[in-house]
Structure formats: C-alpha cells, structure tokens
C-alpha cells in the first residue's frame, strides 16, 4: 500500500518540506510515497510583505508548482490531530468535516499575532499579520481621504517596537501622505515598552532605527504598556491618552494552536521542541517545521527566530528528513548556523545586518536594495518547473537571508 507524508501548512515551510521530500524520493525513484498537503489555500502568502501598500504580488500561486512536482494538495483546514491514530481532521472549503491518514506528519501550520484580553483590541486594534487583516488595514487607511481632517484622523499608533512594528510605522507615513495629501500633518508613534529606540532590535542597529525615526518622522511612546484601545485612540498604563483613528497591534507572537495538540515540551511561543531532524522530541511520526518548531540552528545554543528565513531552511530539512526516515536513508541533520537581518525602514531605506548581535554591514538605500531583492525574489516560490524547483529544494543549499 501506497505510504504518505502529509504535511499541514502552505507557507515557506510547507511548501519547501513537499519539494525537498518529493526531491529525495525522486532521487530513490520511490513511486509508493505519495506527497499531500493541507492548506486553506494553495497558495503562498508573503506574510514578511504584509505592511506594505500593495498587496496585489505579496501572494503567489502554488497550484502549477504542486502540479509540476506531484504535490497533491488537498484543500481545508485542520481542525485534529489523532497522533495515537496516525490521521488528520480537517473542515473542508464548504464546512464538511474529513480526515487524512499519514505515515509521517510535517506540521507546517505557522503562527500568528498574539492579541492579549485588552479592552478594544479585538473590535478596534487592526494588525498586519494575515492578507486579510492587512486587506483590511489598507482599506480603512484609504477611508481615512474622506474623514474630516483632526489630529486623530492623522495619526496613527503603531503598538510595539519589534521588527513587525518598525517596518510597519516607518512605511507609514508615506502611506498616510499618499492618501491624505503631502502637506497633511500626518503623525506616526510607536508605543513600545523598552527604555530607547529601537533596543528590542540590539544595541548595534538602535541606533539606525533611531535615525531613520527621525528622519521620517516617526516618534517613539517609550516605556508605558498600552492599557486600553478604542474608537478614538489608546490609553496608556501611565496615564497618557493618545488620539488616533488608526492603531495597528505588533506585539507578540504564538505558534498555531495546533502545536498543542501534539504531546511534548513548548517553548514561551508554544513551539514544539525538535531534534536535530526535526522530529519533534518523544514522537515517532510527528516533524514540526518553521514557526511551529523550536530548532537548535548550531552547537552554541542558538535556536531559530520565527522567520521566513529559518523557515525556508527548516522546510528543506524536514521534507527531506521525513522523507528519509521513510525510507530508511539517512537524515540531514538541521544547521544554520549563518543569520542576517534586513529591516525595511521606509523611505530613509533599510538596514542589513549580519550575526546573531547584528553587527549593521548596510544602512539607507544599500540596504533597501537588498530588501528589495529578498521581498521580491529570494522568499518567493521556485519556477513551477520540475527539475528547477526539485533542485532549489536541497536541504544544504545555505538560505542567507
Ligand atoms: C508583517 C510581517 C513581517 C515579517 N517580516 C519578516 C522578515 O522581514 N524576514 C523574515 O525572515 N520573516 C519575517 N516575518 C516572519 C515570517 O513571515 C514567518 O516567520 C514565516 O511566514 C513563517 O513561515 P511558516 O511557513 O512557518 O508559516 P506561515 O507563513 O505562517 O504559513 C503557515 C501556513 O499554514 C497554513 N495553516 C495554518 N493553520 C492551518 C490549519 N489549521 N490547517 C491547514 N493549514 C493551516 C496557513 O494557511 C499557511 O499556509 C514577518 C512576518 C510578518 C507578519
């Protein structure tokens, strides 16, 4: 009977774990493991795109790429995970429930934006983490052209002062000009709990983002957890009161909830823990990849960030290692030791960095033009060619950035 790794997720590592697995069993000519993935869309969503304006490129089709490799995908959403049973639960496009069986299971399903119970968050906080939600940004800033003009309508609070909120405030007075007119008073604040600028980041590129705020613009709300958001604006724990029509949540993020539904030890973002190939630690059948997984990336303790980078990387070793454990070969141990940093910061450009203390290599528009490749190059899918992506799936070609 034919075997099957299923895997859950079309993101980065969904889609490199199929190609690397359909790559190592093409490579065994191992007709009788079949490849499925379940997803709700065949389609990669550029989450890393997501502040951006336009968002008509941030997602790329998948379906001529299944075809071309032999990837069957298999529209729904997983709702179960039975480990004990080896099979998947999932609600199909029209609500109807089913399920999969699987030899091997890669559990790709990502993360998402962690909102804490505040009061007004759900109904007046928007964020940039899904095509949806960002959808749903752009279209109330655009609504905005038609507001009267107040204080309020030009501002916008940008919540946490991570890397999702430093590329999200400082694209967004450009964004603001270029709906309300350039003479438009417009003001950007982010709201972060650090003591400086930019310190979530490290010492070493602070200070490029303090320079590119204030270049831009952008001021910073040091210090002070935002206690409450409304209609109108947020409250801060201090006491302050910041009027804006638009806040946008950046704080915190958390693995897919499905990673609680397999048994072993979570980090503090619920990612599974993992051996070196991507097993998660105490299951025989079970890989987890990308954001759901918690990898060693080297020897010196270092694990992988919740990146598209580490994602890219993590999806070729688990594909091939799930892959490999089927077919009885062996595995290639996860490593990726190399990690860069390249932070979009608007129109003053972006910073590039390199290592784990992020040593600053590229500033200003050098290093908006290799964020410009990364975003719209290097994360994107392979050719839906099967020779070309089978080859771009080799789980020891180094990602970089
Ligand atoms: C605004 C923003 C900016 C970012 N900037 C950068 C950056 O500059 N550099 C960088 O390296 N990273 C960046 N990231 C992080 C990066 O996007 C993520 O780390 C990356 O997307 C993780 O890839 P993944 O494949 O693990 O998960 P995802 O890309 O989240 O994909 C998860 C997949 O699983 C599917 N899925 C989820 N639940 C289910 C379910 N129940 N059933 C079936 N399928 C399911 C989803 O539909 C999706 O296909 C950014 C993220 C955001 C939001």
Redesign the pocket.
């Known amino acids: 009977m034919k075997q099957r790794i299923l895997i ?7 889609m490199w774990s199929a190609l690397s697995a359909i790559r190592l069993l093409d490579q065994h000519q191992r007709l009788d493991v079949s490849v499925t993935l ?4 065949a389609e990669l ?1 550029v ?2 795109r ?2 951006e304006t336009d968002l008509t490129t941030t997602v790329a089709p998948l379906g001529p790429l299944f075809d071309a490799v032999g990837v069957n995908f298999v529209q ?4 179960r995970i039975d480990a004990a049973g080896k099979r998947v639960i ?1 609600r199909e496009t029209g609500g109807a429930q089913a399920e999969l069986s699987y030899d091997r299971l890669i559990l ?4 998402q934006v962690a909102r804490p119970p505040l009061a007004g968050i759900d109904r007046f906080a928007f964020d ?2 899904s095509f949806e939600s960002a959808q749903k940004l752009e279209a109330h800033l655009q609504s905005l052209r038609d507001k009267p003009a107040s204080q309020a309508r030009n501002t916008v609070v940008v919540v946490g002062g991570g ?2 909120g430093i ?1 999200t405030a400082t694209e967004m007075p450009a964004r603001l000009r270029a709906i309300l007119g350039d003479e438009a008073d417009v003001r950007v604040i982010v709201v972060d709990m650090g003591k400086q600028v930019g310190s979530a980041m490290g010492e070493q590129i602070a200070s490029v983002i303090a320079e590119a705020s204030d270049t831009l613009g952008v001021t910073w709300k040091l210090g002070s957890p935002v206690s409450m958001v409304d209609e109108q604006g947020v409250q801060l724990d201090d006491g302050e009161r910041i009027e804006a029509s638009t806040v946008v949540w950046t704080v915190g993020v958390k693995a ?1 909830p ?1 990673t609680q539904q397999i048994d072993g030890e979570r980090d503090a973002f619920g990612r599974l823990h993992v051996d070196r190939n991507l097993k998660v630690l105490g299951q025989d059948s079970i890989y987890a990849t ?3 997984a918690y990898a060693a990336v080297d020897e010196l303790g270092n694990h992988a960030l ?4 580490h ?1 890219i990387a993590l ?1 070729r070793s688990s594909g091939n290692n799930a892959a490999a454990d089927l077919l009885g070969v062996e595995a290639i141990p996860y490593s990726q030791p190399k990690y860069v940093t ?1 932070l979009d910061l608007g129109a003053w450009g972006a910073v590039f960095t390199e290592g784990w203390e992020r040593k600053v290599l590229l500033t200003g528009q050098e290093g908006k033009a290799i964020k410009t490749e990364i975003n719209t190059k290097w994360i994107y899918p392979p050719e839906a060619k099967r020779d070309v992506a089978l080859a771009a799936a080799d789980p020891l070609i180094p990602v970089v950035a």
């Open positions: 859950i997720g079309a993101g980065f590592a969904g379940l997803a709700p869309q969503r989450r890393p997501f502040y729904g959403c997983a709702t999932y790709a399903s990502g993360s940039v983490d890397f999702t590329e897919s499905l990308g954001d759901t919740m990146t598209c980078q994602a999806g390249c």
